[in-house]
């Protein structure tokens, strides 16, 4: 009962044809296949652009204590009102 059988898609179909017409679903599964491919490269971009920030911050804790500036607070004191 919860499954899709075969007439279920087809009558899904048929429904489709009648509301967009044959001429227009050529054009309409054209784009969608555009947005996907879309979608999937901004997806893929986004995931090594976090790849490559997690590799850089890692990088960045692998360095010496003594490669970071230090600022001693009582050597150089904050102003206050």
Same mark, same amino acid.
């Given at each position: 009962m919860g499954q899709f059988s075969v007439w279920h898609w087809l009558i899904v179909a048929a429904v489709f044809?009648?509301?967009f017409g044959a001429?227009? =679903?050529p054009d309409a599964a054209r784009g969608l296949g555009r947005s996907l491919r879309i979608f999937r490269s901004e997806v893929s971009q =986004?995931?090594?652009e976090d790849a490559d920030s997690a590799k850089d911050r890692s990088e960045n804790s692998a360095l010496p204590a003594s490669a970071t500036p230090s600022v001693d607070p009582v050597a150089h004191p904050t102003k206050t009102l």
């Open positions: 044809v009648l509301f001429k227009r =679903m =986004m995931q090594s």
